[in-house]
């Protein structure tokens, strides 16, 4: 689609957005879940067919169940397979001979992120039992060797590899080690823009953080979540879903976490062709709020735009339940060291990993190499061998209960010279995860080595370090930073609530801006009309399997695992509910309009997460790449009407849209042929409606707004209304294709949470030739 406005901060690669190999997901204002209506049931236009007591069927996230975030060997392990591997590898071998007996009540829920004291724990708890505690431990430093040490054999650092003899362990795994830097020293060296060629880097105390975070999550039975927000790379594309390194990071973590307990949930929030801003603004619901780690990836597309940069950073650090160990992936470093220099922040960087990597010269000698490490590094001579061998993705593979309607492409699109292949994102997630496992591994030798397995609380309780670190990021604010952005300064202070019809997003059927809407007279919401063509598993696709003798990390540290076992605890994922302030005042007699529809919004549940079914609806020619990211909204015009929203629990005063201005009215298919508000009166607005309908390409120029362009929205019932001068002033452009409306800034707007109706209309622009707006999110707080 056009973009309004010249980028700011030009990526210095062309835009993923016209590549002549399309993403499967959506651009704006592309829909390809929908069609135009033609059911009774889903025309509210037509009333002579359609009454109130009809229903439409959402294909969105509401009506698919939540995914499991369970990873299991695919194809499953053979016994003799499983049992070969154990005897290589070893395998977990805990057993709590007490099970029946321990406490089957939450007993740290009561306490502020439950932070139990020791000795509140009850006298049967396994926290409590040294026999079992010295057991476990021994088997989990055991399980976390055995990940570490199968990591480092899949890329030719194994113990027992020839290269490797003699050599120590930091030695073997110094491509994924991190180097520690003291920010806080002015005199000391300091990491360069990027992670550097190892695993990474971070502070002496920042790691400790992260222990700490991994010791609270294994003593409470907490979740660990670790959230991406990034661009188009960074989602993966040009690959499968699942090869994109935060995937790949789960998929080897997800058995680990689970044979020790805690349930781990890993989300890729990245966006093709956009950054990290547009989620930013509505941090608390778009990314989520019990976040442990939290990584930006977003240097191509907003690198430059610290203003952008600092927002997610800051919301990150002050708008959840948690204080996550910030990451750096693609360029953020001055950022983060500054909230660890002001604020004692948890900060790192991920590394290329690349000084581990031994270089290709010819095809021969490459495919002799360990599989992980082939084509990653070329010499000069044999560069193409390198690029021709960058992706191994596929789009379809033949099933007998499946007929895909449309022709599948070969391979996914976006398979360009920006996008790294599978290679570099399995790395990347490795080296993730093996950060990760030694933060892991440092905790449970530290609870190891206590006194009688007597962890002091200050060892691994958060509530007053997290709270310490939130007052002083609070405190400081970054130079250039999110203040200078076009919005009012309290959005850098205040934890943002959001709602959105972009993907991925967390507990999709929550966080959508219809999970709001009110219903017109006919029961319609507007909705994703278009199902997912099936639903579960993919079937096995060879394009994921490893060839023979590699060395399969998932399967290493899945021995042991019984999946039809209920783990002793229980899975606890977090939620983000309406939280509605119990406020249920009468609202205004506002009444909603027909002719609203839901446009480039994938069908399915599509959360970001490993098992998210997404997109897979009749019109995707790629349905196995997986991807979660969308651009879609609800495209409304001047004959529209009003759409009424409730906003729970608002407390500080402020509601801020971004709506998309470059849309015209003849994408809306519920309102063709319309010459009036709601097709009621059949009487023509103060624009012109004698014009012929055309339809207008996605790469067309920018539809102008007409002169009798009115914006009307309503708090409460108060109306107030922008012209078209007055729009444009309003219409803040914060990034490309990023454009923001503040409808409420008052501070002393209510003096306790209440439920707040929204309604938004536009008027005046009647030609189907004239301007549609999409509204794609509401922030508000």
Not at 126 to 133: G, H, I, M, N
Not at 236 to 253: A, D, E, P, T, V
Not at 421 to 449: N, Y
Not at 721 to 736: G, H, P, V
Request: aromatic share 8%.
């Amino acid at each position: 689609t056009p973009d309004p406005t010249p980028d700011p901060t030009p990526d210095p690669t062309p835009d993923p957005t016209p590549d002549p190999t399309p993403d499967p997901t959506p651009s704006p204002g592309q829909d390809t879940t929908s069609e135009p209506a033609s059911n009774p049931t889903t025309q509210p236009n037509d009333e002579s067919t359609t009454s109130s007591s009809e229903s439409y069927v959402d294909y969105g996230a509401t009506n698919y169940p939540i995914p499991s975030h369970v990873v299991k060997p695919d194809p499953p392990l053979s016994e003799q397979r499983e049992s070969d591997l154990a005897k290589e590898w070893g395998k977990w071998e805990f057993v709590d001979k007490k099970q029946g007996q321990r406490p089957s009540n939450d007993y740290c829920a009561e306490f502020p992120n439950r932070d139990i004291p020791r000795d509140k724990f009850p006298p049967s708890a396994w926290q409590k039992d040294t026999e079992y505690l010295k057991d476990w431990l021994d088997q989990g430093i055991k399980l976390v060797d055995r990940a570490m040490e199968a990591i480092l054999s899949e890329y030719g650092h194994g113990k027992n590899d020839e290269s490797s003899m003699g050599m120590s362990f930091e030695e073997r795994s110094a491509m994924f080690q991190m180097t520690i830097y003291d920010l806080k020293d002015e005199k000391g060296p300091k990491p360069g823009k990027d992670g550097g060629t190892n695993g990474g880097w971070t502070t002496d105390e920042s790691f400790q953080g992260l222990v700490r975070r991994v010791l609270h999550a294994l003593i409470t039975n907490d979740s660990f979540t670790v959230i991406l927000g990034g661009h188009s790379a960074a989602a993966g594309h040009g690959n499968h879903f699942k090869q994109s390194y935060i995937m790949q990071f789960h998929k080897i973590m997800e058995p680990v976490f689970d044979l020790l307990g805690v349930p781990l949930l890993s989300r890729n929030v990245a966006q093709g062709g956009l950054g990290t801003l547009q989620h930013s603004l509505g941090f608390r619901d778009m990314y989520g709020e019990d976040i442990d780690v939290l990584i930006w990836d977003s240097g191509m597309t907003e690198g430059r735009d610290i203003k952008a940069v600092d927002i997610f950073y800051r919301q990150g650090l002050i708008s959840g339940k948690r204080v996550p160990y910030i990451l750096d992936g693609g360029g953020s470093q001055g950022v983060i060291s500054f909230y660890n220099v002001n604020a004692n922040a948890d900060v790192g960087a991920i590394g290329s990993g690349m000084v581990g990597i031994s270089e290709c010269v010819d095809e021969m000698q490459c495919e002799k190499l360990p599989y992980a490490t082939r084509y990653m590094r070329c010499s000069e001579e044999v560069v193409s061998l390198c690029k021709g061998n960058r992706f191994h993705s596929n789009c379809w593979v033949e099933r007998d209960d499946v007929k895909p309607e449309k022709n599948q492409k070969e391979k996914p699109g976006s398979q360009v010279s920006w996008h790294p292949g599978f290679r570099v994102h399995q790395i990347e997630g490795r080296i993730l995860a093996f950060t990760v496992l030694r933060a892991i591994k440092q905790g449970l030798e530290k609870w190891q080595q206590a006194d009688k397995y007597e962890l002091p609380d200050d060892a691994w309780h958060v509530a007053n370090y997290y709270a310490e670190i939130r007052k002083k990021a609070l405190q400081n604010n970054l130079p250039n930073g999110c203040k200078e952005l076009p919005l009012p300064t309290r959005i850098c202070d205040i934890p943002m609530h959001g709602r959105a019809e972009f993907t991925p997003r967390p507990n999709p059927e929550k966080t959508s801006i219809v999970s709001l809407v009110k219903a017109n007279e006919n029961g319609y919401k507007p909705h994703v009309a278009s199902p997912n063509l099936y639903t579960g598993s993919d079937v096995h696709n060879p394009f994921l399997d490893l060839p023979d003798g590699a060395i399969d990390v998932q399967a290493i540290v899945s021995l042991g695992r019984k999946f039809e076992d209920g783990r002793r605890r229980a899975q606890r994922v977090a939620s983000s509910d309406n939280n509605s302030s119990g406020d249920h005042r009468k609202m205004s007699s506002i009444i909603p309009g027909l002719g609203w529809e839901m446009i480039g919004v994938p069908a399915g549940y599509c959360d970001g997460t490993y098992n998210s079914e997404c997109g897979r609806d009749k019109n995707n020619e790629c349905l196995l790449s997986g991807h979660n990211d969308g651009r879609g909204g609800i495209l409304f015009s001047s004959y529209s009407g009003w759409l009424v929203m409730t906003l729970p629990a608002v407390e500080h005063g402020l509601i801020v849209l971004k709506v998309e201005d470059y849309h015209s009215a003849n994408e809306l298919t519920v309102a063709k042929g319309w010459t009036s508000i709601d097709n009621k009166g059949h009487r023509q607005l103060r624009g012109n409606t004698t014009e012929s309908i055309e339809s207008r390409a996605l790469k067309a120029a920018p539809v102008e707004i007409c002169d009798n362009f009115s914006f009307e929205f309503a708090i409460d019932g108060k109306i107030t209304t922008w012209n078209k001068e007055r729009y444009i002033e309003e219409r803040k452009i914060a990034q490309r294709v990023v454009e923001l409306l503040t409808l409420l800034d008052d501070p002393n707007f209510t003096k306790t949470p209440k439920d707040v109706e929204l309604a938004i209309r536009m008027t005046g622009c009647g030609d189907s030739s004239k301007i549609a707006l999409l509204f794609t999110h509401v922030y508000f707080t």
